[in-house]
Nanobody
Framework: QVRLVESGGGLVQPGGSLRLSCEASGSIYSINTVGWFRQTPGKQRELVANISDVGVTKYADSLKGRFTIGRDNVASVWLQINDLETEDTAVYFC????????????????WGQGTQVTVSL
C-alpha cells in the first residue's frame, strides 16, 4: 500500500507561481511513475505531467511550458506551475502507478486527497 499526501495549493493571482509537493510513504519501491492530475467541477480528471522512477517526464500537450515536474528523491515529487492562469484553477491530485508513464487515470493505483489551487485576482 502507498499513501500520498499533497501540499502547496492555495490562492494565487494570475501570473504567479506555485510549487505543489507530493510525499509518498509505504511500499514506495513498488511504484514506477508518479503523476499529477487536475480536476474541475463537472470535468474529467486530466493528466498534467508524470515522472518515472528514472526521471523520464511527460506532459500534457496543452500544458507544456508552464508546468515542470521533478522529484527530490524516490518519495518526493513536485510540480512547479508558473504564469498561472485562471483556467488553472482546479483540485490537483498526486497519483502513483506501477506502470511506466501511464496517461490514463485507470493506470494509477494510488491517489492522494488533492490540493486546491485557485487562481484569482
Amino acid at each position: 500500500q502507498v499513501r500520498l499526501v499533497e501540499s502547496g495549493g492555495g490562492l494565487v493571482q494570475p501570473g504567479g507561481s506555485l510549487r505543489l509537493s507530493c510525499e509518498a510513504s509505504g511500499s514506495i519501491y513498488s511504484i514506477n511513475t508518479v503523476g499529477w492530475f487536475r480536476q474541475t467541477p463537472g470535468k474529467q480528471r486530466e493528466l498534467v505531467a508524470n515522472i518515472s522512477d528514472v526521471g523520464v517526464t511527460k506532459y500534457a500537450d496543452s500544458l507544456k511550458g508552464r508546468f515542470t515536474i521533478g522529484r527530490d528523491n524516490v518519495a518526493s515529487v513536485w510540480l512547479q506551475i508558473n504564469d498561472l492562469e485562471t483556467e488553472d484553477t482546479a483540485v490537483y491530485f498526486c497519483a502513483a502507478s506501477r506502470l511506466r508513464l501511464g496517461r490514463d487515470v485507470n493506470d494509477y493505483d494510488y491517489w492522494g486527497q488533492g490540493t486546491q489551487v485557485t487562481v484569482s485576482l
